[in-house]
């Protein structure tokens, strides 16, 4: 059994598979996932689990080097965002339509209980080294 990290086999597996440049979405509960494009599933009721908890648990697995938002997004969220990804992160706004557009390239989506409006963040893996 794992100690601690992520502990849901299906995240915990796409997550491990990443190389860089690679891109996958957290989600909010409403977004349109393309049917052909592999979905994590976490949302069990609304608003669980929240995409800031997603969120951190991710970015604490992943090198993340860019990452995108949609324009219409609240300025907390942005402002979530942006604390969370670091200064080394490329933050980047683009339409809510362009987002959803951008999701057919992703390698998978973690979709969460948030029923924030615009709560989706595709992000950009990067390197360690």
Not at 40 to 63: C, H, I, R, T, Y
Not at 118 to 123: D, H, K, P, S, T
């Amino acid at each position: 059994m794992k100690r601690g990290g992520l502990l849901h086999p299906d995240l915990n597996y796409y997550v491990s598979m990443l190389g860089h440049t690679d891109r996958f979405c957290v989600a909010d509960a409403g977004l349109p996932i393309p049917e052909e494009v592999p979905r994590v599933d976490l949302a069990f009721v609304p608003g669980k689990p929240s995409f800031q908890d997603v969120l951190e648990a991710v970015l604490e697995a992943v090198v993340v080097e860019r990452a995108f938002c949609a324009a219409e997004a609240s300025m907390k969220l942005k402002g979530l965002l942006k604390q969370n990804l670091g200064p080394g992160c490329v933050l980047e706004e683009v339409t809510h339509e362009e987002l959803k557009s951008m999701l057919r390239t992703v390698r998978f989506v973690v979709r969460t209980g948030e029923c924030t409006p615009y709560a989706n963040v595709i992000l950009q893996s990067g390197v360690f080294f």
